[in-house]
């Protein structure tokens, strides 16, 4: 009889964590994959290759680039204008 009383006092996991969190093991596992998956998704857009450091280098590059066009306009007017006074020199 020791036996059955052992076995009728063993709960299911269910009931159990049932008592002690006051949800089901099936939602609790629902969640937690849920909280996971976003958690992962959230650590791909910050370190990722379409992270929020590719923009932030691409964004200093457009402005690098956008500097140096504006140089190169320069140096090609100041050429253009070496060219053309050559050009009425001869």
Same mark, same amino acid.
């Given at each position: 009889?020791?036996?059955? +009383?052992?076995?009728? @006092?063993? %709960?299911?996991?269910?009931? @159990?964590? +049932?008592?002690?969190?006051? =949800? ?34 691409? +964004? ?11 140089? =190169?306009? +320069? %140096? ?15």
């Amino acid at each position: 009889m020791k036996k059955n +009383q052992n076995i009728d @006092r063993v %709960e299911p996991i269910d009931k @159990r964590f +049932q008592e002690l969190f006051g =949800l089901s093991l099936k939602i609790f596992l629902i969640t937690a994959i849920f909280v996971i998956i976003i958690g992962i998704y959230i650590a791909n857009l910050i370190y990722g290759d379409n992270s929020l450091h590719r923009l932030e280098y691409l +964004q200093n590059e457009k402005k690098l680039l956008t500097k140096n066009i504006y140089y =190169l306009k +320069q %140096e090609n007017a100041k050429l253009h204008k070496q060219y053309l006074e050559w050009e009425d020199a001869q």
